[in-house]
C-alpha cells in the first residue's frame, strides 16, 4: 500500500453534506493502512476556485464529501484529485471503510 494524502470535507465529527458549504477540512495522510498524519484546515470564505486551488497546492490526492457540485467534481479530477462523494457518518469511520485503516489508529508522537 502507498501513502494517500485526503481532505475531508467537514461538519464536525462527520462527513460534510456539501463540499462547497464545508467551512473545515480534514486534511491527513493515510499511509500502510494508518494516519501518519492529522491537520485541520479552515476554509471559511473560499470560493469554489480558491479551495481547489489550495488543495491541490497542499499536494491533495483525494477528497471526501457529502455532496460535490458537477462544476467542482471536473475541476477536482481534472487536478488528478480522487473524488469520493455521497458519503456520510463519522469521519474516522469513512476513511476506514474508504482506505481500510485499521479501526481508530491515531499519528504517533
Do not use: H
Amino acid at each position: 500500500m502507498f501513502a494517500v494524502k485526503v481532505a475531508v470535507a467537514t461538519f464536525g465529527e462527520r462527513v460534510s453534506p456539501r463540499f462547497d458549504c464545508a467551512q473545515t477540512f480534514l486534511v491527513a495522510t493515510v499511509d500502510e493502512g494508518r494516519f501518519s498524519s492529522r491537520q485541520e484546515l479552515f476554509a471559511s470564505g473560499w470560493g469554489t476556485n480558491e479551495r481547489i486551488n489550495r488543495l491541490v497546492a497542499l499536494g491533495i490526492q483525494a477528497v471526501v464529501c457529502g455532496g460535490v457540485d458537477r462544476r467542482s467534481a471536473e475541476l477536482l479530477r481534472s487536478a488528478g484529485i480522487e473524488v469520493y462523494a455521497r458519503r456520510t457518518g463519522n469521519v474516522d469511520d469513512v476513511l476506514t471503510g474508504i482506505f481500510q485503516i485499521e479501526a481508530r489508529t491515531k499519528p504517533g508522537p
